[in-house]
């Protein structure tokens, strides 16, 4: 079964960092890209960043540029995302979801269980 | 940034009846729009991709429509299981944006 698991998130102070990690199972990691997706606590969801199948051609949304980080190791079939300078606002549980295609995403069409991200002093 | 304002906000039906959701986009996705499924407590499910192809696995009850700037989702004779909350996504452009969601409640 096709399969994504996250892990790393927990409770962080404003300004701190954390790393999630997605590990994935029973596809051919690398001919995906891949995407973080997050939803605040009873919000909606919210793309997040993108890394095409090779690492290549990433992408991220305006809030998150120069703070977080996606990359990824293919021969560990694992996907992250370093998360600095944190902020209240970034408080969410965080998806790992698997496109559809590469090396742009399109569309999601696996997604993890999520790890949730508490910015807060 | 494309915005994708999904109507109604909440939806109440009973089941068999039909559903339907309308999500509007700020700025042309061509055919390129999406729907999923969300149940409290789980991750979304793709639905619907490039405006009107089912996912794999997705019953036929179903379907997708429009053009831009206003696209369907539609879901005939509702299943007790459908009930749930439905995102639109578009690709077009970067960032990926999602609509605010639509609830569809048991009436």
């Known amino acids: 079964e096709v399969q994504l698991l996250e892990s790393g998130g927990g409770l962080v102070q404003p300004g701190g960092y954390l790393r999630l990690s997605c590990a994935a199972s029973?596809?051919?990691?690398?001919?995906?890209?891949m995407s973080w997706v997050r939803q605040a606590p009873g919000k909606g969801l919210e793309w997040v960043a993108a890394?095409?199948?090779?690492?290549?051609?990433?992408y991220y949304t305006d809030s998150v540029k120069g703070r977080f980080t996606i990359s990824r190791d293919n021969s560990k079939n694992t996907l992250y995302l370093l998360m600095d300078s944190l902020r209240a606002e970034d408080t969410a549980l965080y998806y790992c979801a698997k496109g559809t295609a590469a090396p742009r995403p399109h569309y999601f069409d696996v997604w993890g269980q999520g790890t949730l991200v508490t910015v807060s002093s | 940034e494309v915005v994708l304002t999904q109507s109604p906000a909440t939806l109440s039906l009973s089941p068999g009846e039909r559903a339907t959701l309308t999500c509007r986009a700020s700025q042309s996705v061509r055919g390129y729009l999406a729907w999923y499924q969300q149940k409290p407590g789980q991750a979304p499910r793709l639905l619907i991709y490039?405006?009107?192809n089912r996912a794999t696995g997705i019953p036929a009850r179903f379907s997708g429509g429009g053009s831009g700037p206003d696209f369907t989702l539609t879901i005939n004779s509702l299943e007790p299981e459908d009930f749930a909350v439905y995102y639109c996504?578009?690709?077009?452009?970067?960032?990926?944006?999602f609509g605010q969601g639509t609830q569809l409640d048991i009436k």
């Open positions: 996504q578009q690709r077009n452009n970067w960032p990926y944006t």
């Open positions: 029973e596809f051919t990691f690398s001919n995906y890209a």
């Open positions: 890394i095409g199948g090779t690492g290549g051609d990433i």
């Open positions: 490039d405006v009107s």
